[in-house]
């Protein structure tokens, strides 16, 4: 029997120009010293915003991979199984050069950029493939503390080449690195690190340990810690020997995700596996902090993603659902929240932007501090921010089509991975005790905006005072109004009155800093913000 009509439901979100509804990242390309590259980034962002592209992506998390640690005679394997749509998207990041590839460009010529804006722009689409792609990214500058191995593997790690499987690594198109640091009894505290490496007359080293995280275990090679007799050291395993004999690792288990779920993360032992030095004998953590650097960058720009694709999703839904006799996006308390979440989506992503540029530019006192307290407010406000996203489509985007419960259970990783919120934030006080340059650094990058408004003066003052103080109590707070004004700063002397106005009237003014979500001051330009970040589909 005929019962109802389909109406009043908005039309499917695909196909809309992912560049021309995120002004915010468009303008920062130009500005950090990447135009040149905006006519590839406009065909990346037609592929993810697909409607083939979003296929892939539900699938890949519809269909989590599958450990086989054995073959049907005994034989060990540790093969890890995944979705075809999973090597889709591999094979879509890799060709597009989101890994390795800036690491073989000039500096300066804005290549790190360029690749910051291609891995927000995927990382949209689904975050999960992100993961490695991230850490190829990140090993390149840590293998260079030893020019042989870098010799080795970087030019597979540069390659636009996508090749799954386990093989010989000189032997491959392409190759993906990994990290393996944290242990069951240490966590974050990489010191408490118990695997051992000892010595062998071939001048490697005889790996054993058990890692409680390795994500993305089908990688080619791993960066890991293990203590060597002269202490804490960093050694490149890679999961097949010169030889062409496994190495020894062991993948114990899959871990069971709250998301992330197309990707695997892995229990692992090392059983005598062999690895090779990296750095000195006893300067592991500082040999890796490299490659941890270069991933925090990558948990902002991935959070930034997050923020920005529940944000299409949710300004998509109330341009096109009526209620109460008008469109959603009519209503001024609508209007009032989704704008709050523009401010927000333009504040990390000019911020994610300007973190890229310094490392193209080598600005590393400013990266030095910057990076861990953008880390630490980015990613601890993405949760907040996709929540708010789903509410808009009320019980809609409760429901798992929707796609928002994906991005939901997405949202809190960055914030954990490579540091939660309080080991990022006592970095920060690392960061000032280190030297005074990096200090120097930000606060010249906050006070080009000084003078632009009042009350973001006001929060400057504050700004000084609370790094006179440098209590590890008061840690958070620190790391949070750093974050807070860089993002002020940019948003003040780079966007639109509306957006700078805004965002420094609901942070910084005696009515804030703000509370929920959509209790922005009465003289928002809402209507402007909500028009400036809305996708045009057709």
Not at 64 to 74: F, K, N, W
Not at 100 to 115: I, K, L
Request: proline fraction near 6%; include cysteine.
């Amino acid at each position: 029997m005929h019962t109802h009509d389909v109406e009043n439901q908005s039309p499917p979100l695909s196909g809309f120009d992912a560049l021309a509804c995120d002004p915010a990242l468009t303008s920062a390309i130009a500005r950090e010293g990447a135009e040149g590259a905006l006519p590839f980034l406009a065909d990346l962002a037609r592929l993810v915003t697909s409607a083939k592209a979003r296929e892939h992506a539900v699938l890949a998390n519809a269909n989590p991979p599958v450990l086989h640690t054995h073959d049907r005679y005994g034989h060990r394997i540790d093969e890890v199984e995944f979705h075809p749509s999973w090597h889709w998207l591999m094979g879509n990041a890799v060709g597009w050069g989101l890994h390795g590839a800036p690491w073989g460009q000039e500096p300066g010529t804005g290549a790190h950029v360029a690749r910051a804006a291609g891995f927000y722009l995927a990382s949209q689409l689904e975050a999960g493939h992100g993961c490695p792609i991230s850490m190829s990214y990140a090993a390149v500058p840590a293998l260079r503390h030893d020019p042989e191995l870098a010799a080795l593997y970087e030019p597979g790690l540069l390659s636009h080449s996508y090749e799954f499987g386990l093989a010989e690594p000189g032997g491959k198109a392409g190759l993906l690195a990994g990290m393996s640091m944290t242990e069951k009894q240490g966590g974050s505290d990489v010191r408490a690190i118990s695997s051992t490496a000892t010595p062998t007359a071939e001048g490697t080293y005889r790996i054993v340990g058990h890692k409680w995280f390795t994500s993305a275990p089908m990688n080619d090679l791993f960066l890991t810690l293990a203590q060597a007799p002269g202490g804490l050291t960093c050694f490149v395993l890679p999961r097949v020997l010169p030889d062409g004999t496994r190495n020894g690792i062991r993948l114990q288990r899959l871990k069971d995700k709250l998301g992330n779920r197309s990707n695997a993360s892995a229990e692992i032992e090392y059983a005598d596996a062999t690895g090779w030095r990296l750095g000195e004998e006893g300067r592991g953590v500082r040999t890796i902090i490299d490659m941890v650097s270069m991933t925090r960058l990558d948990c902002v720009l991935g959070s930034s993603a997050l923020i920005r694709a529940a944000l299409s999703e949710a300004t998509h839904h109330i341009a096109h659902r009526h209620a109460f006799g008008s469109l959603l996006a009519d209503k001024p308390l609508m209007q009032t929240v989704v704008a709050d979440m523009a401010l927000e989506s333009e504040a990390s992503t000019a911020l994610g932007m300007r973190l890229a540029g310094a490392v193209d530019r080598g600005e590393h006192d400013l990266l030095r501090l910057a990076l861990p307290a953008s880390k630490y407010l980015v990613c601890k406000r993405t949760p907040t921010l996709v929540a708010e996203a789903l509410e808009c489509l009320g019980g809609n985007g409760y429901i798992e089509d929707s796609g928002l419960p994906r991005l939901y259970r997405e949202a809190p990783l960055n914030s954990v991975w490579e540091g939660s919120g309080n080991v990022t934030a006592l970095d920060v006080l690392r960061a000032l005790n280190h030297d005074a340059a990096p200090v120097e650094a930000v606060l010249a990058e906050v006070e080009a905006a000084k003078g632009l408004d009042r009350w973001f003066d006001r929060g400057i003052q504050d700004l000084h005072a609370e790094l006179r103080g440098r209590e590890e109590r008061r840690a958070r707070r620190l790391a949070e109004m750093v974050a807070l004004c860089l993002q002020g700063s940019l948003l003040l002397r780079h966007a639109p009155s509306e957006v700078g106005s805004g965002f420094i009237a609901s942070r910084f003014s005696p009515e804030g800093p703000w509370r929920t979500i959509g209790t922005l001051p009465a003289e928002a330009h809402t209507v402007a913000l909500l028009e400036r970040v809305t996708p045009h589909v057709g």
